[in-house]
């Protein structure tokens, strides 16, 4: 297979692994990261002293808002895919620091969009969030659910992204894929991520915040189960159908190439019991802070993913024992720590 794929935010959690995924599959991979300071910048040369091994992967370090070079690039490669996982994330550092998600996630992808445009593509994939359902109520999360309702900028960058893909699928024929993923978790993940900073936390006796006193809900998504879902999704361009009608057909799809699905476990789990499953793991007990709601936060996501598994046969199965022993089993390894 010669078919060559950007994979933008190649040095990020997602990035690494669904990289390391397509390298295998003998893909030849353009991957590019800012190779920003957001999290500690030693997990992500980690993860690019990894892939620079594969012979058939290039990276390049470039900011999704440097336009000139990301038009250099698809001019130099004309790519057949790009999966865009690029943009700033976190939740309540958007709170903090909105700019900077105006930046990645919003004009970063605007370039995406239009490379694509002057130099066409098979099929763009790219990163949404579960954090478009905000505040819904109605659960499990459907892309049949109205999701106009964001609690953070971060959530509203992440439907622009969507709508903005739409436009371009519409007006240029690019056939567009977005991936609401679920809290995705597992080795070499994001130091800014609960689990994360929980097991740092535990093991050093500081007390863990535990927000909305544990009564909270996360779909939480082993990283192996997400990257397999992008990487069977790729060949699945989607399709206009000219016959499209918003009242009776499904709204995750168009009368444009344009499709979204939730990739998530489709199975809850109470915070309580995810960190009694890492205390297990880790073999220590959590010094428990309990705290109320954050600003932005919201109190359960539960995806349903039966689009998913009708279209690639496939969805998220892995229990958190399951996951959570292999990020342990990393981290263990990885800081030199025992556990």
């Given at each position: 297979m010669n078919n060559k794929i950007?994979?933008?935010?190649?040095?990020?959690?997602?990035?690494?692994?669904?990289?390391?995924?397509?390298?295998?599959?003998?893909?030849?991979?353009?991957?590019?990261?800012?190779?920003?300071?957001?999290?500690?910048?030693?997990?992500?040369?980690?993860r690019l002293e990894i892939l620079q091994k594969y012979d058939s992967y290039t990276f390049y370090k470039m900011d999704l808002k440097d336009k000139e070079s990301i038009d250099n690039l698809f001019e130099k490669y004309r790519f057949d895919y790009v999966i865009n996982l690029a943009a700033q994330a976190g939740v309540r550092y958007s709170i903090e620091n909105p700019y900077a998600y105006v930046d990645s996630n919003l004009i970063g992808f605007m370039n995406i969009l239009e490379a694509c445009r002057n130099y066409p593509v098979k099929h763009l994939l790219y990163a949404s969030s579960s954090s478009v359902y905000g505040g819904n109520k109605v659960a499990p999360f459907s892309t049949e659910h109205q999701v106009d309702h964001p609690v953070s900028l971060y959530a509203a960058t992440?439907?622009?992204?969507?709508?903005?893909?739409?436009?371009?699928?519409?007006?240029?024929?690019i056939p567009t894929t977005g991936l609401r993923f679920f809290t995705v978790y597992g080795p070499w993940g994001r130091p800014d991520m609960a689990y994360f900073s929980f097991t740092e936390?535990?093991?050093?006796?500081?007390?863990?915040?535990v927000f909305n006193h544990g009564k909270m809900e996360r779909d939480f998504t082993y990283i192996d189960d997400i990257?397999?879902?992008?990487?069977?999704?790729?060949?699945?361009?989607?399709?206009?159908?000219?016959?499209?009608?918003?009242t009776i057909d499904k709204q995750s799809e168009s009368f444009a190439p344009y499709k979204v699905y939730n990739i998530g476990n489709n199975?809850?789990?109470?915070?309580?019991?995810f960190i009694s499953v890492l205390e297990d793991k880790i073999?220590?007990?959590?010094?428990?802070?309990?705290?109320?709601?954050?600003?932005?936060?919201?109190?359960?996501?539960?995806a349903d993913t039966s689009d998913l598994e009708k279209a690639i046969g496939f969805k998220p199965s892995t229990s958190i024992e399951e996951g959570l022993e292999k990020f342990a089993t990393w981290y263990k390894e990885f800081y030199n720590v025992e556990i």
């Open positions: 950007l994979v933008t935010g190649a040095s990020g959690f997602i990035g690494y692994h669904l990289c390391k995924l397509l390298l295998k599959k003998n893909y030849e991979v353009v991957g590019i990261d800012s190779m920003n300071e957001y999290y500690d910048i030693s997990l992500k040369e980690g992440k439907k622009s992204n969507e709508l903005m893909a739409h436009t371009y699928s519409h007006l240029y024929k936390n535990i093991l050093n006796d500081k007390p863990i915040k990257v397999e879902g992008i990487y069977k999704l790729l060949p699945l361009a989607p399709k206009s159908n000219q016959d499209w009608d918003e199975q809850p789990v109470q915070l309580e019991k073999g220590k007990k959590a010094i428990k802070n309990y705290m109320e709601m954050q600003p932005g936060d919201v109190v359960r996501t539960y």
